[in-house]
């Protein structure tokens, strides 16, 4: 029987939808183990503990215990997956007991931060050493993006193991009908309603938003700021000062479910990011219809590879951001029959059962019994053509094209 066993730092709840597909068609045993539990900080966002079932959860287990896993799976057939290289100090010291076993080895792994100065050049000389330690031994990477294949191509592992991934969410709008959602956050008249969602920290880049939005005071927009963090105080004091009051709404952190509500009412989910590995919110954004706005220096700006999907501009560059800013408010309000149009790509392309699939080709290719597969967000570029019973009596479907 095929074993498939992941090793993690904590119970992730945006690898859980992608786990809870692949234990539903793979050949044997899917386990997760964990480091540790939730963390308070993960809890005050609004984590609760994920489902992985029908793949099996150990929550930090013993070192002996660590031990009984790994002999048991470390036979060829064995398949171990670690999210993350050395940054868990449990799990790494795991991968090298792998290492010396005859199981498959996979790495699931975000790119690390490239423009902070000498510590991004610290953080490179780290990677290329850990590529020449590990580069022969890892049988396959699923690198974050195309920011992720860049940086771990550059850390000396061999391009045909590397292979584009990311975090895969839970259909979200089958929890949230869009008359619920319009209810509870009524359409602004007039106005397109723009959101962002994550921690006010100086690399999420909500400064360049607000900067952004201060050239673009003539046309009819307002914005939702979901979350809180250390630079909170000092983003509020910037909307003062560039008058932005009035149009910027500070919501604090919010429940999944809430997050979820808003994303459907809202016209396009903005990411400023200076960098960031992923974010599964642009997952969250698409499942429900709506465009994402994202820098380049976000992983998950390779879902956006299409304009009806959003759109990518260049991190760091205000000008470039007011540029994308400016072609989604200056298209009005987000028809319906967008939504559907996006919604139906992101069944198509990056659903979790979807992602489980590729997964299970890769793991396929790499043991030399298939082809090498294509990312299906890669894959699927065609626009779906609507349902027309879909948008037949929807009110939002008289609302101008946005983006």
Known sequence: MERLIFWQNTPSIHQAPLIRGLAQIWPGEVMVVTEWGLSEERLSQGWELPDFSPARLVVAPTAAERRELIR????????????????????????????????????????????DGLRALGRRLLYRAQGWRWGRRIDFVLATGATGMRWFAAAGFARDRLFPFGYFVKDAAADNRGDQADAAYPALPGSVRLTFVGQLVPWKGVDLLLHALARLCNHKWKLDVVGDGAQSGQYKALAEELGLNERVRWLGVQPNQVVRERMVASDALVLPSRFDGWRAVVNEALTVGTPAIVSDACGAGDLVRAPWLGGVFQSGSIDSLQESLEKAIGGGKILESRRVRIRAWALEAIAPDVAARYLMEVITHVRGNGARPTAPWHAATTCPQPDSTLRAGSARSRRGESL
């Open 72 to 115: 048991q799976y470390s036979a060829g057939d064995a398949v171990h997956i670690f999210s993350g290289l050395h940054a868990s100090p449990e799990t790494y010291r795991t991968l090298k007991h792998v290492s010396r076993t005859k199981a498959t080895i996979g790495l699931f792994a975000e790119p690390g931060r490239n423009n």
